[in-house]
């Protein structure tokens, strides 16, 4: 009565179709606490995502970082040129507030499940806009060799895209967040 199906999802990680037909089970929880139970496990796996998130985005950075203080141009190092500096900062301060959202997250998780939903969705909705700034910016800094898949960059890239789309995409949790704050009249409380 099980049945599962595996296939490579776009990072090249993988993924799986699960089927139960027929299955003896085991009750874990009332058919009143279900879905509750099953929303404060997605919201772990989000918040933990949102972790990893920051962590691909700060390797992604420092990869970056590295490239631009080795790559040459006119007999200097990139790194050295001022647009392309500012746009190193516009890069870090997106990781920094990622990995503020990822903290905040992280730490409603005890809450009460009104509040653990919104800040996660807010966290999901932060970081959703990180990943892909931080991923095209990075990609951009790279030039050619940062689209190519025998460079480790494009696997950041790839895994950062699929990442935002995990669990619901960036609108999908920024209608979360609407959703939840009508009665603050769009006051983060």
Same mark, same amino acid.
Not at 30 to 40: F, I, K, M, T, W
């Given at each position: &009565? $099980?049945? /599962?199906? &595996?296939?490579? %999802?776009?990072? &090249?990680?993988?993924?799986?179709? /699960? +089927? @139960?037909?027929? +299955?003896? =089970? +085991? %009750? /874990? $929880?009332?058919?009143?606490?279900? %879905? =509750?139970? @099953?929303?404060?496990?997605?919201? *772990?796996a989000i918040a933990a995502q949102a972790a990893e998130a920051v962590g691909a985005m700060d390797r992604f950075v420092a990869l970056t970082a590295e490239y631009l203080n080795t790559r040459k141009q006119f007999g200097v190092a990139i790194a050295s040129f001022q647009a392309l500096r500012h746009r190193m =900062?516009? *890069?870090k301060m997106q990781l920094e507030l990622a990995r503020s959202m990822s903290y905040f997250a992280t730490l409603k998780l005890g809450e009460p499940a009104e509040a653990r939903r919104r800040a996660v969705s807010q966290a999901k909705v932060q970081l959703g806009q990180a990943m892909r700034f931080v991923g095209q910016q990075c990609i951009q800094l790279h030039g050619g060799i940062g689209v190519t898949d025998e460079y480790v960059g494009s696997h950041y890239f790839k895994r950062l895209t699929l990442m935002e789309m995990q669990y619901g995409d960036s609108l999908h949790h920024l209608g979360e967040v609407s959703r939840r704050m009508q009665d603050t009249a769009g006051v983060f409380a």
């Open positions: &009565g $099980v049945a /599962l199906r &595996g296939y490579a %999802l776009h990072d &090249g990680s993988r993924a799986a179709e /699960l +089927t @139960l037909q027929d +299955t003896p =089970a +085991t %009750l /874990l $929880v009332g058919p009143d606490r279900g %879905l =509750a139970v @099953l929303e404060h496990a997605v919201d *772990i =900062a516009d *890069i």
